[in-house]
């Protein structure tokens, strides 16, 4: 499922509210004053314009910290190559096993041999306690989780929102109740009833309210 392509480039972006470049950036990498950059979220770069399964859910991450902290992607890099490697997984952000048992403890040895600033930490240690920093932590609430493998991610801020994107539905675009939010939002841009729109989709009018809510919210960021 990681290695499924999903998206294009540009609706990845979207959907992550990320500038199309930036995107491009963490996943290919490129040429800066004359100094080559790797990709971040790549191993290398392939020049595909599509997005993974894998690479969306990562990149989810990279952004929750570039916003809450503005960390240096030289040391994100580094991070997601040494992650790599000792989990043996391509996509090691996308993973469960970093953020639950044994995997914590990994995570805070490598943190701890590549000098990480605290801002980009995923573990640190609580009253003798391994516990997830408060942007892993938000990440791990955004994942449904199937075994070590994310099936769903909640693209919406509001934690209680039941929107979700889902690989295996609706071409992994945001969805809630089987309907995609875009649908949603159209019939009642329209000049449907919420009720009414409810009803043709077979969801509740609190779905249709959160629909809205979602795609109102991620017009206003565009």
């Not at 480039?9 to 080559?36: D, I």
């Not at 950059?37 to 990149?59: C, D, Q």
């Not at 809450?68 to 991070?79: A, P, Q, T």
């Not at 690989?167 to 945001?174: H, K, M, V």
């Amino acid at each position: 499922m990681l290695d499924r392509e999903m998206f294009g480039h540009q609706t990845a972006a979207r959907l992550l509210r990320v500038h199309p470049s930036t995107l491009w950036w963490w996943l290919e990498g490129g040429a800066r004053r004359g100094k080559v950059y790797r990709p971040v979220i790549r191993p290398e770069p392939t020049g595909s314009k599509s997005v993974t399964w894998g690479e969306f859910v990562e990149a989810g991450l990279l952004r929750q910290y570039r916003r809450e902290h503005d960390v240096k992607l030289s040391e994100v890099r580094g991070f997601i190559d040494a992650a790599r490697q000792q989990l043996g997984v391509a996509y090691p952000l996308a993973h469960h096993r970093p953020f639950v048992g044994p995997g914590r403890l990994l995570m805070l040895e490598l943190q701890d041999e590549l000098g990480l600033s605290p801002d980009l930490c995923l573990v640190a240690v609580a009253s003798g306690q391994l516990v997830l920093t408060g942007p892993a932590q938000e990440f791990l609430a955004r994942v449904e989780w199937d075994e070590d493998v994310p099936e769903a991610w909640r693209p919406h801020d509001d934690e209680l929102s039941p929107v979700r994107m889902r690989p295996s539905q609706r071409f992994g675009l945001p969805s809630i109740g089987g309907v995609r939010t875009e649908v949603l939002w159209e019939q009642v841009e329209a000049g449907a009833d919420v009720d009414e729109v409810a009803e043709d989709f077979s969801v509740s009018p609190a779905d249709v309210r959160w629909a809205l809510s979602y795609e109102n919210s991620a017009r206003a960021a565009a």
